[in-house]
Structure formats: structure tokens, C-alpha cells
């Protein structure tokens, strides 16, 4: 495939500019005069201008630029990097066109196992984000992080998005899980809908009071979507939808460490950013930037090699009076992160593990003779 005729070169606006030595843009390969050569790569950063999937997205065409800037001016990280900016995807003659272009791009580079981090566009690009795994053989688990929940039967379409996620043929989708929704912003149809299905949904306030709890949902997920205006509006005014509450701009950045650090998961996006709705300095632009800054710091700190027979894991087998008799945990010798076992079930169609991320209060669960919420729902969903 011809990655190059996909690609607007990143702007001369940004790549003049004078960087400190020691700046992130100094130490990564980006789509200038020449395209950089992928062989090797492990991360390639994607600015997005799509915007007709959404009413007052006037200035998204600018919002990878704006982001960029500020990225490009932090101070690199430790670790080595292989790191390229492909520049900005070509959209397609209509919205539909420009997912399907997202979905043939990011599905070559999940195959060559170079990570895509999608900046910029409109948030229900990420079905296009999603497709790209269709071809991968395999079920997929989602995480978004959103203030809202884009399923409501009546929105318009831009706000249907994650309705077509789940509604989508062939379905591939393992599960799904929805970080930081506010409540009087959501149907409480819509959140029965999720029970339903046995998918995640953690609120606002429930993110906050047991921060450390929604890693294990992070580390689920083969994919993330955050959508800006789950970021308060004090610290991301950058969004048409901007909300007085939401997570700081800190919890966000430790959400995406959280994912960077996910030994699986394999693309995240980042959408919704308008610079118009910004302030004077693109507060919202720096903020988005250090969250891919702490994405990428944390996917350099994976530790764990996932294979649970290996001596890098410790084994604990906790016997319950009823049924299952017993559940198997793994904890990890190198980043102290728990597991558990789900007994296998042949029904399923894909290729999938049946050991999942949990926390060390689900182990605790165990041992008082309680079953983990988290068990259950992944044994549901098996079946």
C-alpha cells in the first residue's frame, strides 16, 4: 500500500519553528519534503481534519496543527524513541468515504504493530478507529472516556456514533466500557441499555472517589476514544460542547499513562478539540499534548510480558464455597498489576484470552468467599 498518498505533509507553519534541543520534535521522524520511513516505528501520531460530522466545527481543520505545536515544544522523554507524525490524513469526498479511509490506514498500520495516535477531527471518527480491527480476526475491547453517551436513538447522527460501534456486522466488539459520563447529561435509558449488555460505565464521580479501580478497565482495552469534553472547561475550553465539570486536565493525563502502559492496546484518539472555543494561549491544545505525552511515557514503561506461565507472574488460587469452586489470579512480579482466570468457553468465535484485568480488591473479594463483579460480567459476556 501507498501509505504516502494518504498523507498532507505536516505544515511548514510548525516543522520552521525553532526547537530547543532537547525538544520532543527533535527526536521523532515526521512527513516533511520526504515521508519517513515506517520500518521499525512503534508509535505514529495522525492529525485529522474531518469535521462534518459535526454542527460548529468551523476551526477543527486547525485543531492537529494547534496541538502539535505544543507537543513538538515538550521536552522529550527518557526512553529511545521510534516515533513518526505522518501528517494529516486526506479526508474523503464525504464523512462516510473519510472513515473508511481511517479504517484501510489504521488497519495497515495494527498490521505492521505501529501504533496510531489519532489528534484532532470529530469524535465519531473513532468507528473508524474501530473498523480498522475488523479485519484482525479477533474480539476487541473499547474504552472511551466522554461526558456523554453517544446512543441516543433521537441525537443527531454525530451523536450516534458509539450506537454504530455496538451495532455494527460483523460484531467484534468483546466489550465496551465508559469512562467519566455525567449524569444528568445521559439518559438513564441509555444506562440500563448498558447493564443490559454487561458493559462498564463508570461516572464522573465514581472515576474520582476510586481512581485507581478504572486501570484494570484501561488495561482491558485493545482501543481508546476520549472525547475533550470530558475534560472540565477550566482547564479544556477547547470543545463546542465544553462542560463546567469534568476531569482535570492531571486525571486526564493519568488516564492516558493508564492506557499508554496497557501492554494491549494498540491505537488511541483523541477528538473533539475546536480552537475557536480555546483560549488566547490553547490552553486546551497543551493539555491534550501532554496527555499524548504521558501516553507515550507509559506505553515505553510496559513491563509485563502477558504470558502467564512465565516466572515474571505469581499464581493464587482462592477456593469459594459455591460455584465457581475456585478463581485463579495472577499478580505480576514487575509492576505489582493483578489478573484473573475465566474458565474457558467454547462458543466463542475469535481468538481471545481468558485471563483479564482486575484489581487487588477483586482479590480481596474473592478471599472473603465473595465473586468479583468483574467475573461475573466477563463470564456473561463469554456466553
Given amino acids: ?42 508509535l505514529a501520531i495522525i492529525g485529522l481534519s474531518e ?6 466545527a468551523d476551526t477543527i481543520e ?7 505545536e505544543k507537543l513538538y515544544h515538550l ?35 495494527l498490521k505492521k504493530q505501529i501504533l496510531p495516535i489519532y489528534i484532532g477531527g470529530t469524535h465519531d471518527l473513532d468507528y473508524g ?29 454525530f451523536q450516534t456514533h458509539t450506537q ?45 472517589a ?25 482547564d479544556a475550553p477547547g470543545a463546542a460542547d465544553a462542560q463546567p465539570f469534568g476531569l482535570t486536565g492531571e486525571e486526564a493525563c493519568q488516564i492516558c499513562r493508564f492506557a499508554g502502559m496497557n501492554e494491549k492496546l494498540s491505537s488511541i484518539g483523541i477528538y473533539g478539540y475546536q480552537p475557536y472555543y480555546d483560549d488566547s494561549r490553547n490552553k486546551t491544545a497543551s493539555i491534550i499534548a501532554t496527555m499524548i505525552w504521558y501516553f507515550i511515557e507509559g506505553f515505553y514503561d510496559r513491563k509485563d ?31 505489582d498489576k493483578w489478573w484473573m482466570e475465566i474458565p474457558q468457553n467454547d462458543q466463542e468465535k475469535f481468538e481471545r484470552t481468558t485471563i483479564i484485568p482486575c484489581s487487588y480488591k477483586d482479590y480481596q473479594m474473592a478471599q472473603s468467599g465473595e465473586i468479583p463483579e468483574r467475573w461475573i460480567n466477563a463470564q456473561l459476556k463469554l456466553f
Fill in 62 to 68: 486547525r485543531a492537529a496543527i494547534e496541538i502539535r
Fill in 51 to 56: 469535521k462534518r460530522g459535526m454542527k460548529n
Fill in 305 to 335: 510480558s502477558l504470558s502467564f506461565k512465565s516466572n515474571d507472574y505469581i499464581k493464587y488460587t482462592v477456593s469459594l464455597d459455591a460455584q465457581p469452586s475456585v478463581i485463579i489470579f495472577y499478580k505480576s512480579k514487575r509492576s
Fill in 129 to 157: 478507529q474501530y473498523l480498522s480491527y475488523q479485519g484482525l480476526n479477533k474480539l476487541v475491547s473499547l474504552v472511551t472516556v466522554d461526558s456523554k453517551i453517544d446512543m441516543e436513538e433521537d441525537a443527531l447522527p
Fill in 210 to 234: 476510586n481512581f485507581k479501580e478504572i486501570e484494570p478497565l484501561i488495561r482491558n482495552a485493545d482501543l481508546m476514544s476520549f472525547d475533550v469534553s470530558a475534560i472540565l472547561s477550566a
Fill in 1 to 42: 500500500m501507498n501509505l504516502k498518498s494518504f498523507f498532507e505533509p505536516v505544515p511548514e507553519i510548525i516543522t520552521q519553528q525553532k526547537y530547543a534541543h532537547n525538544s520532543f520534535f527533535n527526536f521523532i521522524h515526521y512527513h516533511g519534503e520526504t515521508f519517513p520511513d515506517i520500518k521499525g516505528v512503534q
Fill in 164 to 208: 454504530n460501534i455496538i451495532l455494527h456486522q460483523p460484531n467484534f466488539l468483546f466489550n465496551y466500557s465508559h469512562l467519566a459520563y455525567q449524569s444528568f447529561l445521559v439518559d438513564k435509558d441509555l444506562i440500563n441499555v448498558m447493564e443490559k449488555l454487561y458493559f462498564d460505565h463508570i461516572r464522573l464521580g465514581n472515576v474520582r
Fill in 75 to 109: 521536552k522529550k522523554g527518557e526512553a529511545l524513541y521510534k516515533i513518526v507524525d505522518l501528517g494529516d490524513l486526506h479526508p474523503g469526498d464525504s464523512l462516510e468515504e473519510s472513515i473508511n479511509i481511517l479504517k484501510t490506514v489504521g488497519e495497515f498500520l
